[in-house]
């Protein structure tokens, strides 16, 4: 039963209970209430007593009850209320939680490109800037103003290992290993004009065909150089892209620790292998090739241009004050094994007697003997010369190539100076050449003593004058005894409009003299009618 139909039920039986006297006093033998009915009364009431102090407990009990769900209503209304608050909180966290993440995921992101270029930033460095390349910088680079310092030939650049162009711009890295890549490229206007030609001919005014030169250059600083050259266009080759050099240089051996006794050797030597222009004389250094010419204060290079790329090695030293060089080559610019034909060698020491003075000697040596293979010292210039459409079809126009190429031996001496602003190189030197198939071996067919000076001037930075003497006297040509001589005269200026643009214009004139009619024909020109040419060429050229 319920404790509220038990309360009404108690309710009803009190107030029954209130009528019993009366109900008693008004029975039908109008008796009076005995003891027993009294006491049973009393019994009654008690109990009616009792149930209403239940009733009043359980009413309380129920007040009690009711005040406990309040307080649990209560408790439950601030536990919703908490709750909000925690969602509003936690869904704030997570806000912000997503934004962290996303900024974490970007910085993880950030993170791996850096780590990703530091492992392809390792080719050492020079230029370091951060980044897998300094494109940007050198691109910015190729049109700052002109210094002195960037003008001036340097002494540092003329050794074995840097007989190549300057290469600024990186390309790329891997490890400690960075890629560098240049582009040359030359454009000239000619007005030249030939004079005692047997027959008569002339030329017209008119621009030469423009070249350029595509290099790459990998190197490991201290360890490892790599170097592979291009020629996109020459003078005999103005459509055809061809391969020039291709080399390595050991600085260190790979394989052997740094404190390995071959490599401490390798601190006072370095080794050089593959197919590369040869380090005979410093006129390397200072001559026009192809499209590179920015090396050169003149147009032209001198009259008698000593300049082969052989197939070889060379070891040298990198630690003075003096420094040698000894070099093995097959004596050809290409892979050749006719039976007879013998190695070429070569050899050169130099030093600086002063800061500003070096000297340096050279010999080279090349024996095909009864093969059918040439040595070209004098006469393998890839690139071909300055000038166009002189004597002959040759790529070397204007040119002494004094030598048959059968048994060579030359020697020479060069002496380069520099001091701001005056720069000035000179060389002499001696070859002989015996023409095995043709005289019988050890005739000479060859015998020329051969020169060049020049001087250099810088009115400004950017501004310079220069001129130049070079000479070739003949004692044999063609196997023919002969007292004949050709000279060369170059007067010109050059204009750097920015460190990568430089702009040349040179007054050249060449002559033959005193040759004999029994002669013959001197490098495509009949030498008894002292032929030669003058002019001017202008030239522009760019590279980086």
Not at 210 to 239: C, K, N, Q, R, W
Not at 256 to 264: E, G, K, L, R
Not at 302 to 331: A, H, M, R
């Amino acid at each position: 039963m319920k404790r509220e139909d038990r309360g009404w039920k108690l309710v009803v039986l009190a107030a029954a209970m209130a009528c019993m006297p009366v109900a008693v006093t008004w029975g039908a033998d109008a008796a009076g209430p005995t003891a027993a009915d009294y006491q049973s009364l009393q019994q009654k009431y008690k109990q009616v007593q009792q149930e209403l102090a239940n009733v009043s407990k359980d009413v309380a009990a129920i007040k009690n009850a009711q005040a406990t769900l309040k307080k649990q209503e209560a408790a439950i209304k601030q536990q919703q209320a908490e709750l909000k608050k925690q969602q509003a909180r936690l869904k704030a966290e997570q806000a912000q939680a997503t934004s962290t993440s996303q900024q974490a995921t970007e910085e993880a992101v950030k993170r791996l490109y850096n780590q990703v270029m530091a492992k392809s930033q390792k080719i050492t460095a020079t230029q370091s800037s951060g980044s897998s390349n300094n494109i940007s910088e050198t691109i910015n680079n190729l049109f700052a103003p002109p210094t002195k310092e960037h003008y001036l030939s340097s002494f540092v650049d003329e050794n074995p290992d840097h007989m190549r162009p300057d290469m600024h711009m990186q390309i790329a890295q891997y490890g400690n290993m960075k890629l560098y890549m240049g582009f040359w490229t030359v454009g000239r206007f000619q007005a030249l004009q030939l004079y005692n030609i047997h027959p008569s001919a002339g030329l017209n005014p008119n621009f030469q065909t423009p070249y350029a030169d595509l290099s790459l250059y990998a190197t490991v600083p201290h360890e490892f150089d790599m170097f592979a050259d291009f020629y996109i266009a020459t003078p005999g080759h103005p459509s055809t892209t061809y391969g020039n050099e291709g080399w390595l240089v050991f600085k260190q051996l790979p394989g052997f620790s740094p404190n390995s006794s071959i490599n401490q050797l390798m601190d006072y030597i370095n080794v050089k292998v593959g197919a590369f222009t040869i380090d005979f004389g410093d006129n390397n250094y200072h001559r026009s090739n192809n499209a590179w010419v920015q090396n050169n204060p003149l147009i032209g290079n001198p009259l008698v241009d000593p300049s082969t790329e052989e197939i070889g090695g060379e070891v040298y030293s990198v630690k003075g004050p003096v420094y040698w060089l000894f070099g093995v080559s097959n004596g050809g610019t290409t892979g050749h094994f006719n039976y007879g034909a013998g190695p070429g060698f070569h050899g050169k020491i130099w030093g600086y007697p002063t800061k500003n003075l070096r000297l340096s000697g050279s010999v080279y040596y090349a024996d095909m003997g009864d093969s059918s293979d040439v040595s070209y010292l004098f006469a393998a210039t890839r690139s071909g010369e300055p000038y166009n459409n002189l004597f002959g079809p040759t790529d070397d126009d204007g040119q002494i190539a004094p030598q048959a190429g059968r048994h060579v031996f030359a020697a020479q001496g060069d002496i380069t100076y520099e001091k701001w602003p005056w720069e000035s190189y000179s060389y002499v030197g001696w070859t002989q050449d015996s023409q095995a198939n043709q005289t019988g071996i050890g005739t000479p067919a060859e015998r020329w003593l051969y020169g060049s000076s020049n001087i250099v001037y810088h009115i400004t930075p950017a501004l310079y004058l220069a001129a130049q003497y070079s000479y070739a006297f003949a004692g044999a040509v063609n196997g023919v005894d002969t007292n004949g001589w050709v000279d060369r005269i170059q007067v010109g200026a050059g204009y750097w409009l920015t460190k990568s643009l430089l702009t040349k214009i040179e007054y050249v004139q060449e002559q033959y003299h005193s040759f004999g009619a029994n002669v013959g024909s001197v490098d495509g020109a009949v030498g008894h009618f002292n032929p030669g040419f003058n002019g001017a060429v202008m030239e522009i050229s760019f590279g980086f």
